[in-house]
């Protein structure tokens, strides 16, 4: 059971990035799904994180510029950034509660992510 990451890279302030992350493995269900991030010296802290029935929850930091969504049928979360600032920059996990023999929480590898001109 593993949670892959994907689509991290470098961008110019202003510009957009997709991050995806997929749960693949003996899963019987998937429940929250979502990001965080970790800039260095900072701690790890909430992007977003979404339901299986699409509930969305977002740092204030990235309200209307960032987008989760997910696709049940591929065990697979989508970020969709926008607007991206320097301060955005950090390693970003992707985070899921899973259901293999009992429900756990796992962690993806990081994909990072920077801002820059």
């Known amino acids: 059971v593993q949670l892959q990451a994907s689509g991290g890279g470098l961008v110019q302030p202003g510009g957009s990035l997709r991050l995806s992350c997929a749960a693949s493995?003996?899963?019987?269900?998937?429940?929250?799904m979502g990001w965080y991030r970790q800039a260095p010296g900072n701690e790890r802290e909430l992007v977003a994180v979404i339901k299986r029935g699409g509930t969305t929850n977002y740092a204030d930091s990235v309200k209307g510029r960032f987008t989760l969504s997910r696709d049940n049928a591929k065990n697979t979360v989508y970020l969709q950034m926008n607007s991206l600032k320097p301060e955005d920059t950090a390693v970003y996990y992707c985070?899921?509660?899973?259901?293999?023999?009992?429900?756990?929480?796992?962690w993806g590898q990081g994909t990072q992510v920077t801002v820059s001109s």
């Open positions: 493995g003996s899963i019987s269900s998937v429940n929250d």
């Open positions: 985070n899921a509660d899973l259901l293999v023999f009992r429900w756990k929480n796992y």
